[in-house]
Nanobody, 124 residues
Framework: QVRLVESGGGLVQAGGSLRLSCAASKLTFSSYVMGWFRQAPGKELEFVAVISRNADIKYYPDSVKGRFTISRDNAKSTVYLQMDSLKPEDTAVYSC?????????????????WGQGTQVTVSS
């Protein structure tokens, strides 16, 4: 069965950086648009970043634009999220997701597979 496994979360001070990874298995990785979402305590799941199948298109919401960078390595079936200049409000569980589509997607319902998530905590 398809598996998406995130890693790289942890505790970091405000202004610091973390790099999240999401390794996919049992998936034709290069055929999927990949996205990152996050959920803070008491809040809804929020779109963070998306990358097209061949990495030529990337999109971010204003809340993370200029601080977060999504990338992918299709040979390794892995998508990354580089997070710089972290803020306490970035604290959340971060999950990757895969969408069987040809266009980038920012809505939850577009994604077919989800990882379990990794905790990111930013202290002030």
């Amino acid at each position: 069965q398809v598996r998406l496994v995130e890693s790289g979360g942890g505790l970091v001070q405000a202004g610091g950086s973390l790099r999240l990874s999401c390794a996919a298995s049992k998936l034709t990785f290069s055929s999927y648009v990949m996205g990152w979402f996050r959920q803070a305590p008491g809040k809804e799941l929020e779109f963070v970043a998306v990358i097209s199948r061949n990495a030529d298109i990337k999109y971010y919401p204003d809340s993370v634009k200029g601080r977060f960078t999504i990338s992918r390595d299709n040979a390794k079936s892995t998508v990354y999220l580089q997070m710089d200049s972290l803020k306490p409000e970035d604290t959340a569980v971060y999950s990757c997701a895969a969408a069987w589509t040809t266009t980038i997607q920012t809505t939850l319902r577009a994604y077919n597979y989800w990882g379990q998530g990794t905790q990111v905590t930013v202290s002030s």
